[in-house]
């Protein structure tokens, strides 16, 4: 078996600060993903990347960048964060494009006071 | 728009009875059907999966059924139990392309 492990649990930014969100996985997956969890809306799909030095956006790719700096991690940026704003963001990991089955980590918790 | 939807936020089923999530689509392309389940504090897991060549998959005491006229696949869950108590969060995607569009998530209550 493997783990996906993202970095902080929680974490606590100002308005308008830059924050990194970390993830490393053991599976030895192609893809890793980020997807951001809110109250109500699911999980929304932020990016992904199918191989080291991939980026693929998803559908909330505003407001964030991403690096695949090697294959076992995937870090997520936010460029500057919104006053107020909370929700949980996912990491996860596939073996490949053709296997769907994605594996979660337990999710980075963000405040923003 | 929402791609994929879960038009119940919440379902409460008693003990021993028959639990029936339900989750709509959009894209015609969308060819793998997935239900995760997560407890609260935990990460969701992969509970049964089916593709689009088949209209049911049973796994155990769970079922799923697509629709794909109708764009539409449900989960059932026979026998439920207090510890099937979670969040079921449907995906969808298309094959190759390992983009999974998630729903809202159902929040399950099984009742002693």
């Known amino acids: 078996g493997g783990i996906i492990t993202q970095t902080p649990k929680f974490l606590i930014g100002q308005e308008g600060q830059k924050l990194t969100l970390k993830c490393q996985q053991n599976?030895?997956?192609?893809?890793m993903y980020w997807y951001r969890q809110d109250s109500g809306k699911g999980l929304r799909l932020i990016y992904y990347?199918?191989?080291?030095?991939?980026?693929q956006k998803g559908d909330l790719s505003e407001g964030y960048d991403a690096s695949r700096e090697k294959k076992s991690s995937f870090s997520l940026t936010v460029t500057s964060a919104q006053k107020n704003e909370m929700a949980v963001f996912l990491c996860?990991?596939?073996?490949?494009?053709?296997?769907?089955?994605?594996?979660f980590g337990h999710g980075t918790k963000l405040s923003v006071l | 728009g929402q791609q994929v939807k879960q038009s119940s936020p919440s379902l409460t089923v008693q003990e021993g009875g028959i639990s029936i999530l339900n989750c709509d689509y959009e894209?015609?392309?969308?060819?793998?059907f997935a239900w995760y389940k997560k407890y609260p504090d935990n990460s969701p897991t992969l509970l049964i999966s089916?593709?689009?060549?088949?209209d049911k998959r049973e796994d155990g005491r769970l079922t799923v059924f697509l629709n794909k006229s109708g764009k539409h696949f449900s989960l059932h869950i026979t026998a439920s139990q207090p510890e099937d108590t979670a969040v079921y969060l449907c995906?969808?995607?298309?094959?190759?392309?390992?983009?999974?569009?998630f729903g809202q998530g159902t929040v399950l209550s099984v009742i002693p």
């Open positions: 996860a990991s596939s073996r490949d494009r053709a296997n769907e089955r994605l594996f």
């Open positions: 599976f030895n997956h192609d893809t």
């Open positions: 990347s199918i191989t080291e030095n991939d980026l």
């Open positions: 894209n015609d392309m969308f060819d793998y």
């Open positions: 089916v593709r689009s060549n088949v």
């Open positions: 995906a969808a995607g298309t094959g190759g392309n390992n983009k999974l569009t």
